[in-house]
């Protein structure tokens, strides 16, 4: 149940506005190196638990200083689909806790291509959030209270294709929206494009042994 993940952004054309060493630097630029390590475990049938930190590597025109997360999930697995809830806490730079709950589908799909290692499977995903801030400066409401309301909803659709035993290529797609209240403000203000809603599209590649 141990594992350990490392995750990093290469921007090939930063655009960012709010930059606090380079205001409105362009260009690309390695801007963050995310480090977890975390432990699952089944406590009874189709219940599942997990905790870890996080360690968020960030460049030093996006944030002051690094940060630093302990959290916690559970999920359920029913015949047809997943429940999860995740909480996070923030211990270093930002105080403050932030959760995710959901509803997640990964099936197989009934193709079977030979130069693949196995059949393609399909994950949707559909989830939601609140953050709980102890700090006015990182997330600007319209009145200067702390942030503490419901945040973004997230619709996700990932097509996992092995194309080896150990090697899956993933195209995805993701619609991003506020929830109203005070995140319509917030997550307009500190959004580098300026609009609260965004669809974001890609493809990862993973390896795993």
Do not use: C
């Not at 995140?183 to 959004?191: P, Q």
């Amino acid at each position: 149940g141990l594992s350990a993940n490392i995750w990093g952004n290469f921007d090939t054309n930063e655009r960012n506005p709010y930059g606090l060493t380079t205001p409105n630097r362009n260009g690309a630029k390695w801007n963050e190196t995310d480090i977890t390590v975390s432990y699952s475990r089944e406590i009874i049938k189709n219940l599942t638990l997990s905790g870890g930190i996080i360690y968020y590597a960030l460049d030093s025109n996006t944030a002051a200083n690094d940060s630093f997360e302990i959290f916690g999930t559970a999920s359920y697995s029913f015949p047809w689909f997943d429940l999860f809830f995740e909480v996070y806490k923030e211990v270093a730079y930002i105080p403050g806790w932030y959760l995710n709950w959901g509803v997640s589908r990964s099936f197989e799909l009934p193709v079977d291509i030979k130069f693949l290692a196995g059949k393609p499977s399909l994950d949707l995903k559909a989830s939601w959030s609140a953050e709980l801030s102890n700090s006015r400066g990182a997330f600007p409401t319209a009145d200067g209270s702390k942030y503490n309301s419901l945040n973004a909803g997230m619709l996700y659709a990932g097509l996992n294709i092995p194309v080896h035993s150990h090697i899956t290529i993933t195209p995805k797609v993701m619609f991003w929206y506020n929830l109203g209240g005070q995140s319509t403000h917030v997550l307009r203000t500190a959004s580098w494009d300026g609009t609260p809603n965004h669809i974001v599209g890609g493809v990862s590649a993973s390896t795993s042994f």
